[in-house]
């Protein structure tokens, strides 16, 4: 079974606060992904990596950044947390031209 | 500016009944385009996806149908059940990096 591990399912931070949101998936992907949900937006793309050490800025990649040292493991950061950055965070795997696989999801609320 | 677009944003179904959500795109490369289903605390998973060289495909009671020339595609199910109300995506990507461009997604609920 495809599974695509978020550290944590809630996390509540205050603002300013560097935050760091870790992805594992053990499926051997080369694409992995992080983004937002919003009710009404979709789900928009933050960043995205074809390789370790690569990234690319999806969507919205401002007040973010990311890591990827190792394949498996894909991490977001918010330098510095702003209530605006309250929402749903998904992080998913893929391998190329297929189906991507979701985690469970991080619901982030910034106070 | 929003890659793909997808309506309706609610929709409210009749057991048995069948359920259509439609998605429209620009971008003639995508050459993939999954939908995906959420219920609540989950993350979203592939329900059925289509490439554009068909203009149809079934699994049981979910079918796309794409429409090319239109740049258009929609999922539709048949006989909804009470199981089936959740939030589905429509996607479109291109290429071997799966940068998925996502609807902004459809609530389902279907009353038994």
């Known amino acids: 079974d495809v599974k695509v591990t978020q550290s944590s399912r809630y996390l509540v931070k205050r603002t300013g606060e560097k935050v760091f949101l870790e992805c594992v998936q053990d499926m051997d992907h080369e694409n992995m992904f992080w983004y937002r949900q919003d009710p009404g937006l979709g789900l928009r793309l933050i960043y995205f990596s074809y390789d370790v050490k690569m990234k690319e800025k999806g969507d919205i990649p401002e007040g973010y950044s990311v890591s990827r040292e190792k394949k498996e493991r894909f991490s977001l950061i918010l330098e510095s947390a702003s209530t605006n950055q309250t929402s749903m965070y998904l992080c998913a795997s893929s391998s190329p031209s297929s189906e991507a696989f979701f985690g469970q999801g991080t619901r982030l609320t910034v106070v | 500016q929003q890659q793909v677009k997808q309506s309706p944003q609610s929709l409210i179904v009749q057991k048995g009944g069948i359920s259509i959500i439609n998605c429209a795109y620009e971008n003639t490369a995508f050459d993939y ?80």
Request: proline share 8%; net charge positive; glycine share 8%.
């Open chain 2, 33 to 112: 385009f999954p939908w995906y289903q959420q219920f609540p605390g989950k993350g979203p998973a592939l329900l059925i996806a289509i490439r554009p060289d068909v203009s149809e495909k079934k699994e049981g009671r979910f079918t796309i149908s794409f429409n090319k020339s239109a740049k258009q595609f929609s999922l539709h199910i048949m006989d909804s059940q009470p199981g089936d109300s959740a939030t589905y995506f429509c996607a479109a990507s291109q290429g071997n990096f799966n940068k998925f461009y996502f609807g902004s997604g459809t609530k389902l609920n279907v009353k038994p």
